[in-house]
């Protein structure tokens, strides 16, 4: 579980305060490596598919993640905090 501090709230905060993608692709080119965002743009695209109900193969072909990526992502999906579940929500990703 991620512990709650001054600082983590602060990053939170400079999240919800970004207006637009260029200034999350700002911010966040400024914050993180490449490879880090595009490690958590894979893990969301993951999320998505899984609540689409693709499996874990077709996944793991279409967008070269390791099956055990696909697993982690799948327990976050299933049994944690519920963090996917409502960017998947808001964005209307899900297919019903």
Known sequence: MLAHSESVDRLFD???ALGSREECYAY???LCTVKE???MAGRL???????RGDSY???SRETD???ATIGRV?????YGAGGYRAVIDKLGEEET
């Not at 695209?45 to 609540?51: F, K, P, W």
């Not at 799948?74 to 299933?78: V, Y």
């Open 57 to 59: 193969q077709s996944i």
């Open 45 to 51: 695209e993951v999320a998505i598919r899984l609540s």
């Open 14 to 16: 400079t999240f919800l």
């Open 37 to 39: 965002v595009q490690d």
């Open 74 to 78: 799948s327990r976050c999906l299933h």
């Open 65 to 67: 993640t390791s099956t």
């Open 28 to 30: 966040f080119e400024d």
